[in-house]
């Protein structure tokens, strides 16, 4: 047995919910036979990708329960709301469109209206929609989605408002349906939690520790994947480099890696996110040595002066960081390497923004997600005392992105008159007579296609690098 910590819900547990859904179900079913149409379930999405993946499992119950999922939340039945809280600019958002759908419930009472996710992780949230936003009938934490059928049946039956509670133990759940909203990616998340406490970061909160699956469990899910004819798998953790360390199994993120490599096919793996505190040799070499281990490391630097990230409590210092870069690109040589930057952290000096711009050159990163720091409740930054300005964060935030993009249009250019392998996603979502796709080291690439080369690897001419995206034509 590998699992020396049993860290998986019970059986019993999941069973349990198996019994709600059928009973959902039987509902639902008679609902459609004596109306002609189903009852349908709308599931509204924030955040990353870890919560895609919730999503999608959200989903997946919905439709076990006998609801046609539906892209628009008029006329649905159940309209599920999953939160993001990792910047305030996220909450607002979710908070403007959960009052957005005031006007559904006052036309249809019978709707059941669930908000869940890491927001309402929350007390301070759980408190404001309980008495802002009273025609939300449910509310549960990120450790409790396996939970929902039983929510709904409990909501249906006492007619009282819930406010589902963590679970203490924050377990895994394994078992529960999903429905994958793509057909050529997918999401697999391989851990949950966060440990590190960043001290900007509300995700340790919101949460829970670190806890892995095992490696049977995320084997069997990618085999699965890859028979289904799946291309593009995105394994995810928030640390993904600490896999395996909190239940003491004796294999680590690299040894999950390798196994999962000698699964045949036609696809390729990714990976996000790795901290630069526990990023190993032992990984790079795996990732050099795989037959489909994407070339492309998503490696989070945050800051470049030390003494931000000492503040940041990220625990590596510039050397450190430059030291994982270098040794990356010397076993992977073209390897695509993307980062998150934050700006505005408390204490900021113009110079340690400016390490950050020198950082930023020395690193050469094809790409970066850049942040301004936001004040989370609850996290060490958020009483700090020295927090800056809005005007200066936004004044370094430009000319943050315009050092980046000189660099991304500088990494882009020489990509120029060569061949790229491209997996096709299909038509455009802004011009659909163009074909998107996206490469190994996940740069967009626009190009002339037809419907039938989606889900497909294809070589791409490129005619043009720009700095956010790749055109070319595809080669006969
Ligand atoms: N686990 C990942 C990050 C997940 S959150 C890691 O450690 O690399 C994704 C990004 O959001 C972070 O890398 C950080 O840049 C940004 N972020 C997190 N908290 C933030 C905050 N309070 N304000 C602004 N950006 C934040
Ligand atoms: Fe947040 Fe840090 Fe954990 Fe990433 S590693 S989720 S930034 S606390
Ligand atoms: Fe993800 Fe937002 Fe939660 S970034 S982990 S959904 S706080």
Same mark, same amino acid.
């Given at each position: 047995?590998?699992?020396?910590?049993?860290?998986?819900?019970?059986?019993?547990?999941?069973?349990?919910?198996?019994?709600?859904?059928?009973?959902?179900?039987?509902?639902?079913?008679? &609902?459609?036979?004596?109306?002609?149409?189903?009852?349908?379930?709308?599931?509204?999405?924030?955040?990353?990708?870890?919560?895609?993946?919730?999503?999608?499992?959200?989903?997946?119950?919905?439709?076990? $329960?006998?609801?046609?999922?539906?892209?628009?939340?008029?006329?649905?039945?159940?309209?599920?709301?999953?939160?993001?809280?990792?910047?305030?600019?996220?909450?607002?958002?979710?908070?403007?469109?959960?009052?957005?759908?005031?006007?559904?419930?006052?036309?249809?009472?019978?709707?059941?209206?669930?908000?869940?996710?890491?927001?309402?992780?929350?007390?301070?949230?759980?408190?404001?929609?309980?008495?802002?936003?009273?025609?939300?009938?449910?509310?549960?934490?990120?450790?409790?989605?396996?939970?929902?059928?039983?929510?709904?049946?409990?909501?249906?039956?006492?007619?009282?408002?819930?406010?589902?509670?963590?679970?203490?133990?924050?377990?895994?759940?394994?078992?529960?349906?999903?429905?994958?909203?793509?057909?050529?990616?997918?999401?697999?998340?391989?851990?949950?939690?966060?440990?590190?406490?960043?001290?900007?970061?509300?995700?340790?909160?919101?949460?829970?520790?670190?806890?892995?699956?095992?490696?049977?469990?995320? !084997?069997?899910?990618?085999?699965?994947?890859?028979?289904?004819?799946?291309?593009?798998?995105?394994?995810?953790?928030?640390?993904?480099?600490?896999?395996?360390?909190?239940?003491?199994?004796?294999?680590?993120?690299?040894?999950?890696?390798?196994?999962?490599?000698?699964?045949?096919?036609?696809? $390729?793996?990714? !990976?996000?996110?790795?901290?630069?505190?526990?990023?190993?040799?032992?990984?790079?070499?795996?990732?050099?040595?795989?037959?489909?281990?994407?070339?492309?490391?998503?490696?989070? $630097?945050?800051?470049?002066?030390?003494?931000?990230?000492?503040? $940041?409590?990220?625990?590596?210092?510039?050397?450190?960081?430059?030291?994982?870069?270098? &040794?990356?690109?010397?076993?992977?040589?073209?390897?695509?390497?993307?980062?998150?930057?934050?700006?505005?952290?408390?204490?900021?000096?113009?110079?340690?923004?400016?390490?950050?711009?020198?950082?930023?050159?020395?690193?050469?990163?094809?790409?970066?997600?850049?942040?301004?720091?936001?004040?989370?409740?609850?996290?060490?930054?958020?009483?700090?005392?020295?927090?800056?300005?809005?005007?200066?964060?936004?004044?370094?935030?430009?000319?943050?992105?315009?050092?980046?993009?000189?660099?991304?249009?500088?990494?882009?250019?020489?990509?120029?008159?060569?061949?790229?392998?491209?997996?096709?996603?299909?038509?455009?979502?802004?011009?659909?007579?163009?074909?998107?796709?996206?490469?190994?080291?996940?740069?967009?690439? !626009?190009?002339?296609?037809?419907?039938?080369?989606?889900?497909? !690897?294809?070589?791409?001419?490129?005619?043009?690098?720009?700095?956010?995206?790749? &055109?070319?034509?595809?080669?006969?």
């Amino acid at each position: 047995m590998d699992c020396k910590k049993n860290n998986v819900l019970s059986p019993e547990e999941m069973d349990r919910q198996f019994e709600y859904i059928k009973r959902i179900k039987k509902e639902n079913d008679i &609902y459609a036979r004596e109306r002609g149409k189903r009852r349908r379930a709308f599931v509204m999405t924030f955040g990353c990708q870890q919560n895609e993946a919730d999503s999608e499992k959200i989903s997946g119950m919905a439709e076990a $329960m006998g609801y046609e999922l539906t892209a628009e939340p008029a006329g649905a039945s159940l309209i599920v709301v999953n939160t993001c809280a990792i910047r305030e600019h996220a909450e607002q958002k979710a908070l403007s469109v959960i009052g957005q759908y005031k006007h559904i419930k006052s036309k249809d009472p019978e709707t059941i209206i669930a908000v869940c996710g890491c927001m309402v992780t929350q007390e301070h949230r759980v408190n404001e929609i309980k008495h802002s936003y009273p025609y939300v009938d449910f509310v549960f934490g990120t450790s409790s989605i396996h939970r929902l059928p039983e929510l709904i049946i409990q909501r249906t039956e006492s007619r009282r408002r819930i406010y589902c509670p963590e679970e203490a133990d924050y377990l895994v759940a394994e078992g529960i349906p999903i429905k994958r909203n793509d057909g050529v990616r997918a999401w697999v998340s391989v851990m949950y939690g966060c440990n590190n406490f960043c001290s900007y970061c509300i995700v340790p909160y919101v949460r829970g520790r670190e806890r892995s699956r095992t490696r049977e469990a995320v !084997f069997s899910e990618v085999e699965e994947l890859v028979k289904k004819g799946y291309k593009d798998i995105t394994l995810l953790g928030q640390n993904v480099n600490s896999y395996g360390k909190d239940s003491g199994y004796d294999y680590d993120f690299a040894d999950l890696l390798a196994m999962l490599d000698t699964i045949e096919g036609d696809y $390729m793996l990714h !990976f996000m996110t790795s901290h630069p505190k526990d990023a190993t040799h032992k990984l790079i070499d795996t990732m050099a040595a795989g037959r489909h281990i994407a070339k492309h490391f998503h490696l989070p $630097m945050q800051a470049g002066s030390d003494e931000v990230l000492r503040v $940041m409590n990220r625990r590596y210092t510039f050397e450190k960081y430059i030291a994982i870069l270098d &040794y990356i690109t010397e076993k992977m040589p073209g390897a695509v390497i993307t980062s998150d930057i934050m700006v505005g952290f408390p204490g900021e000096t113009e110079e340690d923004f400016e390490d950050t711009l020198r950082a930023l050159e020395r690193a050469q990163f094809d790409m970066i997600y850049s942040f301004i720091y936001s004040p989370r409740r609850g996290t060490p930054a958020c009483n700090m005392e020295n927090q800056i300005s809005d005007a200066v964060k936004s004044e370094r935030f430009n000319r943050l992105l315009e050092t980046q993009n000189a660099i991304s249009l500088a990494k882009n250019k020489p990509l120029e008159h060569k061949t790229v392998r491209v997996l096709c996603d299909g038509r455009s979502k802004n011009n659909p007579d163009v074909f998107s796709g996206r490469t190994e080291g996940n740069k967009i690439v !626009f190009f002339d296609g037809d419907d039938s080369d989606t889900g497909k !690897f294809l070589d791409i001419f490129i005619e043009r690098g720009d700095t956010f995206a790749l &055109y070319g034509k595809k080669v006969k």
